[in-house]
């Protein structure tokens, strides 16, 4: 299991080290910088062969002490190397100051931001930012801010630049950049960032992988933590996917409430979708005035006319439909009407698009009414809709670090709504009501700029609605329908309509060994 730690659950981690004699701060700083060196010269195989030049940047506490490692690292290369330190040697750190020390007897230091800010000189070389990592409390000032633009001037193009754990002006917890008081909100711009033991949630939340640019992890030693409070990244589902025998009842029975004339696709995307992630029968709850539409689309997908929240409850009197997919093209009046009479039959149900924004005058009359079973799926806008106050605390500037994340709002939005809630995005966060939280992150090398299209969203839901229909739980099916769509995503390439995600999962589903 990949996790993603915040900054004191990595300091929980160092001290526990330092605490059962497994490491000191000197040993792990010296690991840090030889991950850094390694991983750049991994990164761009010429640095391996032929020495170039750096330049270090060193900030005040223990990621200046990395910078000093990696400095002495790279003069023992042949490279030529500044250092550059931002305030006072005498202010470091134990572990940062002997490194400090140990460079001064091999190359000088000079101040940031007082002395000429750094110069090219070449045209190649590395920059390299340690001024602060996981201990960064507010933003950088816009001294700092005018040091990272002057690295960005002519002269550095064809410069690599390495982040030392994060980019500086980055926040660990939220992936957010941290605004200074008069208002600057700087952060370097990593071609490559290196981190320690694991990541951290603000590699993959927010703004975090724009602003690192390709991710490494060094293994330092450290233990493995095993925290309950630990978010996971969601990766290959160990869930046996492919069927093994039984007939169609055998792997359930899903119903997707469709809108009505003209507005049927969305459902018709969704239900495509859970029938190809194997639910066993995938019914279409249609008005009458949409019935012959929604005939004229389908083959194994089955219909029954719903007209109002009657109709529903007595369809779902057959226990047989165990699992319940409302929200894509339903309409805000049809969501109102049907999705009580949902909600009230206590089956595995997905809330997506209409089915949540029609509640946003009375988001605890919603709330009220959900169950464990529900997972509800907003996008951002929906999201806002729902928890004004929590999508608030994210909208605004993050004044202090660490700051509030999209897991923390996501968490509580979940204990709030008593189930499963997913905010979609490239950094999608999932979190059950009992605190268990996970991030899908589609950045890095798992980026599918081409999923924004429309009905992509209404896919996801379907195929919720579908591990759902096949007895996965709400929390599982959350995170392995997330996966699947993303890799469903990849399978195709640029180019993707939402009708392709479902056609693409046969050969994403036997790639998984289903
Ligand atoms: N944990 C581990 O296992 C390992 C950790 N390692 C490394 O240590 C790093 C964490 O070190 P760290 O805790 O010393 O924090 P760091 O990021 O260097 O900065 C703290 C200093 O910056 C200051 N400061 C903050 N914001 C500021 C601002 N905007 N503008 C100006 N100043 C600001 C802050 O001042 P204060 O807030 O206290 O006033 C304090 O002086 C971690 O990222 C990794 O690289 C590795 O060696 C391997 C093992
Ligand atoms: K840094």
Redesign the pocket.
Known sequence: MTVLLTARQ??D??QAAFASGAATGAE??ER?GEGVVSALLNSWGELAVVPSRAIILC????????GFVIARLLARRGWAVRVFLLGQADGL?PDARLNHDRWCTMGDVRRLPFDTPPQPEGPSGVVVDAL??????????PE?AGVLESLEAQGFEGWYRVA???PSGLCADSGRRIT?EDGTTAAFRADLTVS??AAKLGHYLDEGAEFCGALAVAD?G?SPEATPELVRLVQAPALPLGKRGGHKFDHGHALVLSGGFGRTGAARLAARAALRVGAGLVTLGVPGAAQMEVAAQITALMMRRIEAADDLAQMLEDRRLNALCLGPGLGADRARELVPAALAAGRATVLDADALSAFSDAPDALFSALHPGCVLTPHGGEFARLFPDLSARLSGPARR?PAVSRVDMVRAAAARAGCTVLLKGPDTVIAAPDGDAAVHAAVYERATPWLATAGAGDVLAGLICGLMARGVDPWRAAQTATFLHVEAARHHGPGLIAEDLPEALPAVLRGLGA
């Open positions: 990595m300091r981690a160092e792990l700083m840090a900030g005040p506490g223990n990621n200046g002490g990395d750190p602060f990592g996981t201990g960064l409390t507010r933003g950088l000032g700092v030392v754990d994060l200074a320690f033991h330092i450290l670090g």
